[in-house]
Structure formats: structure tokens, C-alpha cells
């Protein structure tokens, strides 16, 4: 998919792409583009763009590139990263970066950043490997757990079941009334289990018959 620059702009302001000041111009699942202008902070002396920026610009797009890649639920990061420094990008001046795909896998994926200057010389060429990160499982839904645990059972089994978690049940609610110190939380409880054992004993009166 490809994603509007200023939405994507908006997301990451409060992060460090926005106070570095990337300013993204394309964002699509085979090439991102984008500028940076090269603030004194961002220098080392004398007045030559820091290395550890220019990785970070280069790193922002690849990693951006990738998301556009992904299924929904998954993530990304960098595990691999190579810099190859040409020339110094220089104070004043507003570098760009062209990021292109080399290679989309299941568990992978690759891409090449080239960051030019204003003249369009070469400053530097960044190659990195994004690793794809699985979509955490979902939580199981107990109800449904349980559903799934009568499916397509026989009726007599699923009466045998169901008798069996009554009675566990009943056992659950006498263990949490004991730990509890009002005598009228604990008749409650008392009382639940009970009405579970009760509802064990019905379904075993239909098994004997």
C-alpha cells in the first residue's frame, strides 16, 4: 500500500525521525523518498553531517518501506545495517534519500538507501536487512475454549463433561470460600456450589437411565 506523506509525517513527530526532521516526500512499498535538512545540531565538527544521522535517515526509510510491506499484525526491525560514506553532507544544506527495495521474503526483507546532496553527489549508500515480525496469537476465547471442548461429541459425552466441570465447579467455589472472611460472601459461595453439584447430579441421573 502506499501511505499519504503527511499522515505518515504525523505519526512519527513525537518520535526521533520527526526531531531529526525527516521530511518524507514519497512513501510506497517498493521506494521511499525523503529529505533532511542538515541542522548544526545534527553535525559534528565542522559543520559536516554526523555519521549516526545519516544511518538514522537511512534506517527511518528502509524500516518505513518495510511497514508498507506488511500483513496486518506484524512489525519490523533492523538487524542488519551497512554505510558506506562517500562525501560530507554539509551544514545548511538539504540532503535527500532514495530508498529502494532489493529483495521482499516472508522473513526478510531488503533494501538500499542512496543520499545525495543538493548537486546530487553522492554523500552516502546504506544497505539493510529488516527483519518481518509474526503477528503476536490472539488470546484464545475461553467460551469458545470450551465450546470447542463439546464439539462434536456424542450426547452422552458431553453430558459426562459437563457433570465433570460441575462438580469442579462446585470444588472452585468451596476454595475461594474459604479464603474469604465475611460469613455472608462465604453462604453465597456455599450456596453456588451447591447449585452446582445439583446440576452434576441431574445430568447423572439422565446418564443412568
Excluded at 87 to 106: D, F, M, P, V
Excluded at 139 to 168: M, N, S, V, W
Amino acid at each position: 500500500m502506499q501511505m499519504d506523506v503527511a499522515t505518515l509525517e504525523k505519526h512519527l513527530a513525537g518520535l526521533f525521525p520527526g526531531l531529526l526532521g525527516i521530511r518524507f516526500r514519497e512513501a510506497a512499498p517498493e521506494r521511499v523518498r525523503a529529505s533532511l535538512v542538515v541542522r548544526d545540531e545534527l553535525c559534528t565538527t565542522p559543520g559536516i553531517l554526523h555519521g549516526g544521522a545519516i544511518m538514522a535517515f537511512a534506517d527511518t526509510l528502509g524500516a518505513v518501506g518495510t511497514v508498507l510491506n506488511l500483513k496486518p499484525g506484524e512489525s519490523t526491525t533492523t538487524i542488519e545495517s551497512k554505510t558506506n560514506f562517500l562525501s560530507a553532507g554539509k551544514a545548511g544544506t538539504t540532503i535527500e534519500g532514495e530508498c529502494t527495495l532489493l529483495h521482499r521474503g516472508r522473513r526478510t526483507m531488503v533494501w538500499q538507501t542512496r543520499i545525495t546532496s543538493p548537486e546530487g553527489r553522492a554523500i552516502a549508500v546504506v544497505t539493510q536487512t529488516q527483519a518481518v515480525l509474526e503477528a503476536a496469537p490472539k488470546a484464545e476465547d475461553p467460551i469458545a475454549a470450551l465450546g470447542a471442548l463439546f464439539a462434536r461429541k456424542p450426547l452422552d459425552e458431553q453430558q459426562r463433561l459437563l457433570a465433570t466441570l460441575e462438580h469442579a465447579g462446585a470444588a472452585t467455589y468451596r476454595t475461594i470460600a474459604a479464603k474469604i472472611g465475611d460469613p455472608a460472601v462465604r453462604a453465597e459461595l456455599e450456596q453456588a456450589a451447591l447449585r452446582e453439584e445439583e446440576n452434576a447430579r441431574v445430568l447423572e441421573r439422565l446418564l443412568a437411565r
